[in-house]
């Protein structure tokens, strides 16, 4: 049975492929991509709201 070793070679790179891209992108995505986009909209969102920030009155 030639052909149950070759798939059982294919399944196994398979699934190593499928682990290490499943890990990569979400190593690459998860932490990456949404720990600078989270700084960054906060940086930036931060200093726009405070340069447009109203100031109010004094009370009396």
Do not use: Q
């Amino acid at each position: 049975m030639v052909g149950s070793k070759d798939d059982e070679r294919w399944c196994t790179s398979a699934s190593k492929l499928t682990y290490e891209f499943t890990y990569e992108f979400t190593y690459e995505f998860t932490y990456e991509f949404t720990d600078e986009f989270t700084d960054e909209f906060t940086d930036e969102f931060t200093d726009e709201f405070t340069d447009k920030s109203i100031l109010l009155p004094e009370s009396a």
